[in-house]
């Protein structure tokens, strides 16, 4: 267990629907982040908070919304996603050291 | 521009036998280097890591990694494998150049060990 969980695990979604992704952690890590993971790619970031603060974003399209209420909790809001956006999403806590500790993940899949 | 490559998309051995996944990095400065481990529908599990120091870190499940600051590599490396560590392996890289918060993932690196 890494202390980092994800709801829903496994979400359907069509183009046209509006649905979030949410990421909660309680080891009072003050830097939290988003991956997406594809099939045969590499991680890839999508976005960073500190302190609640957004620091990053990887130039992600604006159908991917985050928000960070507060430190414990991190959201990633969906609308209008289109299939190629079907993949693993990936929440982590940074700890010391740069070590993030990672969420089981949400499987997405874009109808 | 900074990288991480892991030459080998997969890595087979036999149960018993040594195992090596290799990283290789492109990064400047002294970063700090990791290997993460992704079982089947679950996330990334942090493994080992190297800050400065002794160039063998040692880290969970008996898995060790090797820093080589001439070759830029940090490979991962096991004694003995096991079937239960059979997974997709990854190697990071945090550059520590600026203020970014970055982790610099390779493509990650299938092992399967046979029994």
């Known amino acids: 267990e890494t202390g980092v969980t994800q709801t829903p695990r496994h979400l359907v979604m069509g183009m046209t629907n509006k649905k979030s992704l949410k990421c909660e952690q309680h080891?009072?890590?003050?830097?939290m982040y988003w991956y997406k993971q594809s099939a045969k790619k590499p991680l890839e970031l999508m976005f960073v908070y500190s302190l609640e603060e957004r620091v990053e974003n990887n130039s992600v399209p604006s159908r991917f919304s985050p928000e960070c209420p507060n430190s414990s909790h991190l959201f990633l809001h969906l609308h209008t996603l289109q299939p190629e956006d079907s993949a693993l999403y990936l929440c982590?806590?940074?700890?010391?050291?740069?070590?993030?500790?990672f969420g089981p993940g949400t499987r997405l899949t874009v109808t | 521009a900074q990288s991480v490559a892991q030459p080998e998309d997969q890595v087979n051995v036999a149960e018993g036998n040594p195992l090596t996944v290799k990283c290789t990095y492109s990064v400047s400065g002294n970063p700090y280097l990791f290997w993460y481990v992704q079982y089947p529908n679950r996330g990334l599990q942090f493994l080992l890591k190297y800050i400065t120091g002794d160039n063998l870190v040692k880290g969970s499940y008996g898995f060790e990694a090797e820093f080589n600051k001439s070759q830029t590599s940090f490979h991962l490396k096991k004694p003995s494998a096991l079937v239960s560590d059979s997974a997709l392996y990854f190697c990071?890289?945090?550059?520590?150049?600026?203020?970014?918060?970055?982790?610099?993932f390779g493509s990650g690196t299938r092992l399967l060990v046979r029994p």
């Open positions: 080891l009072g890590h003050n830097a």
């Open positions: 982590a806590g940074e700890g010391v050291r740069d070590e993030q500790y």
């Open positions: 990071a890289v945090s550059p520590r150049m600026d203020s970014s918060y970055k982790l610099i």
